[in-house]
């Protein structure tokens, strides 16, 4: 499987629990206006104040996942893509060696 693809199914599970929670936050607010527990304001601040702190552990839980991801990447053996990059750089340069001597070679 793809890291990248991984690691993006994860971010869209975080992004899919977080909608339901907050249609489900939605739900229960609607139905304390509605029981009179709590005023349209007062829910409307708390619905803003409950999603304001659901996204920033998000983002957190997010920042996390990518450092662990990245960690067992590394475990494995997995190069990073500027490791990836210097190497395609060397072959290249070999490669162009290579032909240099042949076409000497050959003159």
Sequence with gaps: MD?????????????????????????????????GKLDPDQASTFANDLMQQIKTEQGNWE???????????????????????????RIDRLERQVRDLENKLWR
């Design 3 to 35: 890291n990248k693809n991984f690691l993006n199914q994860i971010l869209m599970l975080g992004i899919g629990t977080t909608s339901m929670v907050a249609d489900k936050m939605r739900e229960v607010t609607d139905q304390l206006v509605k029981d």
């Design 63 to 89: 920042t996390q996942i990518q450092r662990q991801v990245r960690n067992v990447m590394q475990d494995l053996g997995v190069p990073r893509q500027n490791e990836v990059d210097e190497l395609r750089g």
